[in-house]
């Protein structure tokens, strides 16, 4: 299975989130590797967004990833203490990116579990609440804020080809915890794929 090239990141970022769904996320670490293909995501478009990190130009600290070319991991900390993983997408000084929301595991399932420590759940309710969120996909596959700005065309932190959903089989709703943004907060930029048990909120 073939990774995404660059072309892939560089478009228009509404599409490459609908886009990602059925991708396969791997993260290579010295524990094992972890691999969970895409079944929520988020589009994040630039200075014009209210939700998104580089509204209205801000470039600073964590957000200056997001003005370089597409194909990069931009991975920061929220409420202190869970990471989230987004794919910077378009070229340099276009500030976009989509947030990768949840997963289904494919491989490393035990690794994932132990990373998470789940306890007092059935084998389904573990499988299912692995990577269901931003934050648990994060913590499950060891992504942190150590890969911050990795190429995600290396041989750690990749996207592979998977398999691409059919349009009919794609819902959208508006983005989650982004009520402060106004009317952006409505934009219906929330990708899923309708009969996944994987996403974070079935809605």
């Not at 957000?63 to 900390?77: H, N, Q, R, S, T």
């Not at 609440?129 to 065309?153: E, W």
């Not at 041989?155 to 983005?175: F, H, N, S, W």
Request: aromatic fraction near 8%.
């Amino acid at each position: 299975m073939k990774k995404l090239d660059r072309a892939f990141f560089l478009r228009d970022t509404i599409t490459v989130a609908g886009d990602l769904l059925g991708r396969i996320l791997v993260h290579h670490t010295e524990e094992g590797l972890t691999a969970g293909r895409i079944v929520e995501t988020e589009a994040y478009c630039g200075v014009s967004d209210a939700a998104c990190h580089s509204a209205k130009g801000n470039r600073q600290g964590r957000v200056a990833i997001m003005y370089g070319e597409g194909g990069f991991a931009y991975v920061y900390l929220i409420y202190g203490m869970y990471c989230c993983m987004n794919v910077v997408t378009r070229p340099e000084e276009h500030p976009e990116a989509v947030l990768i929301r949840a997963l289904e595991p494919l491989e490393g399932v035990a690794l994932m579990a132990e990373r998470r420590n789940q306890k007092g759940l059935t084998e389904e309710q573990q499988w299912r609440a692995l990577c269901s969120g931003p934050g648990k996909l994060c913590q499950a596959m060891a992504i942190d804020r150590s890969c911050y700005g990795l190429d995600l065309l290396g041989d750690k932190l990749y996207l592979l080809e998977g398999q691409p959903i059919a349009a009919e089989e794609v819902g959208t709703t508006a983005r989650i915890n982004v009520s402060y943004a106004g009317e952006a907060a409505a934009y219906p930029w929330r990708f899923i794929i309708k009969d996944s048990s994987y996403v974070s909120v079935a809605k």
